[in-house]
């Protein structure tokens, strides 16, 4: 065999290429090299080589050859004829030769591509789609159609009444069921703050939710009263709020669970009393809180049986609509006209319910016991919010008062009959002309901060579309139209009667009936274009729509000292299918729209917690800050890990979300540990938690050495309903959202007990001058800071944060997440020193990740490297390296956390947020949240003249800022 190799005329190199890359063998590699002749480079010479003799093979096999080389040869010819893209055979001729008929004629491509381009033409034909039926721009463009397609696009996400106006000049956004308007298109973020402080500003607030209560007045009190709490302020049972003459606001928790279980903020407004001894209670509260409210209620009022179940028609699709001929009675009579082409006028768009419910939910629920029906009236009655000084100017331009009518203007409709029947009524007259002339004195207040908080105003309007000026003009008060400056001076002192509070927006039927009976807008264009002389304004005398609405007001910035009553203004509640009938209006006078971007700005401006975002202690907060962690986490993974922060070596241990659980334990261990506030001859009677559970225990050695026994029992602290809160087995302080299933206790609070705040607000105040300090705190009746004053507080609020603002005393800018510290006494001497000393700065820590997550790399890089051995490298596993690397991210601290407050140099008191460059004060200005335990801590240990000061750094800066903190009651 070896003689007939060499008669094959190939060399030595040749031959050995074509026998190692021969992918088909199948026969031993013994055959080629004898059994002591290394294989292998490593036993050749100094210089690498080996012989030509060595690595020439004494023998192969004949047959064992050509099968390899059989399969080689066709593995290469199915290669080729195999086409490696998608275009058809006269597409791969060379351009000089393609000719445009040889798309659809065979004949003429070459004669050796005709059989495959014959294949191809009867794949296409088989594989060919039918042709979409999509109608042209006119017909998509019909009503009905595009009613259609409205429906359609609404199935998950509803849309408000002025969602259309929005989506052309606005960033739209899908949030809590809706798609709502975020911020707008045009630059306006200053326009926007000088509305709300000078002019007037908009928003439809048509989204947030309502609820109706109706049953009997001490049963609705008896067991809403479960539900709140007089410690932090207002309740339902409130004498000017139970009248019905003023709208209140409170927050709800679950029933008997004050001060844990947070639902959320709300709004609420009784119906004035009547003849009928049931009352009927609105409840106001923002989308995110609905279901757990909700819930609540129905719970507490044992309404487990649905009164009526509310099924909606279900939305037709494109085809279906055209071919039903008896839509447009089905669903609007007014609009059955004919047109000039003879066909069937389109009916109007139908009125959608809510979509942050099922459809095919109840939603009214009834219960037999205690007789209280619970409906919900989303999206059944309209909201809009005007912000501004000039905003009831707005309204009085915009809204003229009904006139009187006696006589039906057509037998065959129920256009205002209920206006007729209330007309007839003498008292019911006389109350509409003394809400118009209340209406009209509104006129000559300056601001509706005059007003008294939550002033509600009844009131019964013409529609708004016939007194359309003719084109966009700014309103502005008229000093010289009204001069009775007695009765405005009355008005707001004494406020509005208690009967002017009255609405027929109250009743459900006739708000049905206005919205049923409401003139389309091709009506009204229709009459405008009949009129006489051209522009002149609309007169429709006994036909013009009669629209029951609700004023309310809301004061804007109470707490604090400066800037009061800045932010106020007037909600308007009107039945839905009004929305653009009224949105239009207001905006032909002159204000600017916001989306949910100014809104959060209204409320930074106001230092007002806003919702969801600043109620970490309730579900929706939690549920916010989730999402927001997730968000923010997934932006700084999308750069690379040289373009983004490093927030390890910054010292930031969590960037992108706040550990409000881990902050308020640690400061409880810290403050145990140090015992600080040990006062032996306080009673510790006093304490509404038993020897050894208290917070400052008098023997230090007793916690440092304590049993098992005694960790459980302290875990398991029970306080009264008078202190604050229960930790029963916190097993994960990291995850601030999870609640233990079995106990349900929470792991921290937010502090609103009112006469709690108003004594740290005094105790914050910073003295300058002679005892000025001292003297607030007596005037506002409150305690001075000592250890027998702060030992209760301590006891009974372990875990608690409290709401501060912060504005800077030099340059920068808070962002959000910035953490809030204590500042040191060198901290505060050198500021005393030098008065442009910014602050200190973080030293640099070291990143003790970087070098575990470059070995984690190396050992998977290697780990593909040598997946092809049989057996894996010691110690290299696939499962370890991916739950190792799982939690590990360059640039952020891994799980578990470490201590947080002594974590880095200057020692945590709490977190940001919200925070920015405040237009309204012309510097930095932030909000947060602060654990009540460290600052009490912090206050103690601070001069006078320095009470309230701390320090800021944004999560990406190692520089320190002082800011002044203030708690605002």
Not at 366 to 377: E, H, K, N, R
Request: aromatic share 8%.
């Amino acid at each position: 065999m070896a003689g007939d190799v060499r008669s094959e005329g190939l060399s030595q190199h040749q031959q050995q290429k074509f026998l190692h890359q021969s992918p088909g063998t199948s026969f031993r590699k013994d055959q080629y090299f004898p059994k002591g002749q290394n294989r292998g480079g490593r036993g050749r010479g100094r210089g690498g080589c080996q012989s030509a003799s060595d690595e020439m093979p004494r023998y192969i096999t004949a047959s064992t050859f050509a099968q390899a080389r059989a399969a080689e040869i066709n593995a290469m010819l199915k290669a080729v004829a195999q086409k490696s893209s998608n275009s058809l055979v006269f597409q791969t001729l060379p351009r000089h030769m393609r000719r445009r008929a040889m798309s659809h004629n065979v004949r003429r491509l070459p004669r050796r591509l005709r059989e495959i381009a014959r294949k191809e033409a009867e794949k296409t034909v088989h594989q060919k789609k039918e042709q979409s039926k999509a109608k042209c721009r006119k017909a998509r463009r019909r009503h009905i159609n595009l009613v259609a397609e409205f429906n359609r696009r609404q199935r998950k996400n509803i849309w408000l009444e002025t969602h259309i106006w929005h989506a052309k000049r606005f960033h739209m956004i899908k949030k809590w069921g809706y798609c709502l308007a975020d911020r707008p298109t045009e630059k306006c973020y200053r326009a926007c703050y000088r509305a709300m402080t000078k002019h007037c500003l908009l928003q439809d607030l048509s989204y947030y939710c309502c609820l109706e209560l109706k049953g009997k007045e001490n049963e609705l009190l008896k067991q809403l009263a479960r539900v709140c709490s007089p410690d932090t302020g207002l309740t339902f049972g409130t004498d000017f709020c139970l009248s019905g003459r003023f709208q209140g606001s409170l927050d709800l928790y679950r029933a008997d669970r004050y001060p844990e279980d947070l639902l959320g903020p709300v709004t609420f407004i009784w119906k004035p009393r009547d003849v009928s001894e049931n009352r009927q209670l609105w409840i106001w509260m923002h989308p995110a809180l609905k279901q757990d409210i909700l819930s609540e209620l129905k719970a507490i009022f044992q309404c487990s049986e649905p009164e009526e179940i509310c099924i909606p028609e279900p939305c037709a699709t494109l085809i279906q609509e055209e071919k039903q001929t008896d839509t447009a009675v089905s669903l609007g009579k007014k609009r059955k006209k004919e047109d000039k082409e003879g066909e069937k006028d389109v009916p109007v768009k139908k009125i959608i319910g809510d979509g942050t419910r099922d459809p095919l939910q109840p939603y009214s629920w009834a219960s037999p016991a205690t007789g209280v029906v619970i409906s919900d009236q989303t999206m059944e009655i309209l909201r809009y919010r005007l912000i501004g000084p000039l905003s009831h100017s707005v309204l009085a331009e915009t809204l003229k008062a009904a006139a009187l009518q006696t006589e039906m203007a057509d037998s065959e409709t129920e256009l205002n009959n209920w206006w007729v029947e209330s007309c007839k009524d003498s008292e019911k007259v006389s109350l509409h002309q003394r809400q118009t002339a209340i209406f009209e004195l509104l006129e000559g207040i300056s601001s509706p901060a005059e007003m008294l908080a939550g002033t509600i105003l009844g009131l019964t309007v013409g529609d708004p579309r016939v007194n359309l000026p003719k084109k966009k003009t700014k309103t502005m008060p008229d000093p010289e139209k009204y001069k009775d400056y007695d009765k405005v001076r009355t008005l707001t002192f004494e406020g509005i009667p208690l009967e002017c509070a009255h609405s027929f927006i109250w009743d459900q039927d006739i708000r049905k009936n206005v919205t049923e009976n409401k003139i389309s807008e091709q009506d009204l264009n229709r009459m405008r274009s009949q009129l006489l002389v051209p522009g002149s304004q609309l007169d429709l005398g006994p036909s013009e729509s009669k629209i029951p609405v609700l004023l309310v007001q809301h004061p804007g910035k109470m707490a604090g000292e400066d800037r009061p009553g800045w932010g106020s203004g007037w909600d308007i509640y009107i039945p839905k299918g009004w929305g653009m009938a009224f949105w239009i209006p207001l905006i032909y006078r002159g204000v600017r729209v916001g989306g949910l971007q100014e809104g959060l700005k209204h409320s930074e401006y106001k230092r007002t917690p806003h919702t969801p975002n600043d109620y970490p202690d309730c579900p929706a907060g939690i549920q916010f800050a989730k999402e927001l962690e997730n968000s923010l986490l997934e932006k700084f993974k999308r750069r690379p890990p040289a373009k983004r922060s490093n927030y390890v070596k910054l010292g930031t241990l969590s960037p992108f979300l706040c550990p409000w659980g881990q902050l308020t334990k640690n400061w409880e261990e810290r403050m145990k540990a140090s015992g600080e506030f040990v006062c032996p001859s306080f009673p510790h009677t006093e304490s509404p938690s038993t020897e050894g559970q208290g917070l400052c225990d008098p023997k230090p050695e007793v916690v440092e050495e304590a049993s098992p026994e005694t960790d459980k029992v302290e875990e398991a602290m029970e306080i009264s309903s008078e202190g604050a809160i229960m930790t029963e087995g916190v097993a994960d302080t990291q995850d601030f959202g999870e609640r233990d299933e079995t106990t349900k206790k929470s792991i921290f609070i937010v502090l609103r007990n009112e006469k709690l705040l108003m004594q740290l607000s005094a105790w914050c105040y910073p003295t300058s001058g002679k005892d000025r300090r001292v003297r607030l705190v007596s005037r506002l009746g409150q305690e001075e800071m000592t250890e027998r004053a702060i030992l209760p507080i301590l006891l009974s609020y372990p875990r608690a944060l409290v709401w501060v603002s912060l504005s800077l005393l030099r340059k920068g800018n808070p962002e959000l997440h910035a953490m809030i510290c204590i500042p040191t006494e060198e901290d505060l001497m050198h500021l005393s020193k030098d008065q442009l000393f910014c602050g200190p700065q973080e030293p640099k820590h070291c990143d003790i990740f970087k070098n575990k997550i470059q070995r984690l790399k190396k050992q998977q890089k290697k780990k593909a490297n040598v997946k092809d051995l049989k057996s894996d490298p010691p110690g290299v596993s696939d499962e370890e390296i991916t739950e190792e690397r799982k939690d590990l991210i360059l640039g952020l601290w891994a799980d578990p956390l470490p201590d947080v407050t002594s974590h880095c140099s200057r020692t945590l008191l709490g977190y940001v947020t919200r925070g920015d460059f405040s237009l309204a004060v012309g510097c930095g200005e932030a909000l947060g949240f602060v654990s009540v335990t460290g600052l009490l801590h912090m206050l103690h240990s601070q001069p006078t003249d320095k009470k309230g000061l701390v320090l800021l750094r944004t999560p990406a800066s190692l520089q320190y800022r002082f800011a002044r903190l203030t708690i605002e009651v």
